[in-house]
Nanobody
Framework: QVQLVESGGGLVQAGGSLRLSCAASGIFVSINAMGWYRQAPGKQRELVAE???????DYADSVKGRFTISRDNANNTVALQMNSLKPEDTAVYYC?????????????WGQGTRVTVSS
């Protein structure tokens, strides 16, 4: 199983920046895609950004041009640089991985880190 620990959330004013980090640990063969999701109060969890092991990225339209996802395969980490933050970016952000373990293909979630953007 893959354990994920996120960090970097907090309170920021609109227009500001935050950087989220997620570190994966545990016993696994490899981590394929890594991604960030978010869930705002009263809303469904949604994809924010995802990155393949080879570096191919995908972003939600609402964050394109403002957020950048990156990963370090050697250290099994993924980061989300968030710039020009808006109040509507307020949510709990979750790290997600798609991995190959002894059980086969698995997906795991972090515990979430809260991001609050004040207007």
């Amino acid at each position: 199983q893959v354990q994920l620990v996120e960090s970097g959330g907090g309170l920021v004013q609109a227009g500001g920046s935050l950087r989220l980090s997620c570190a994966a640990s545990g016993i696994f063969v490899s981590i394929n895609a890594m991604g960030w999701y978010r869930q705002a109060p009263g809303k469904q969890r949604e994809l924010v950004a995802e990155i393949s092991r080879g570096g191919t990225t995908d972003y939600a339209d609402s964050v394109k041009g403002r957020f950048t996802i990156s990963r370090d395969n050697a250290n099994n980490t993924v980061a989300l640089q968030m710039n020009s933050l808006k109040p509507e970016d307020t949510a709990v952000y979750y790290c997600r991985t798609y991995s190959i373990t002894s059980r086969g293909f698995t997906t795991d979630w972090g515990q979430g880190t809260r991001v609050t953007v004040s207007s």
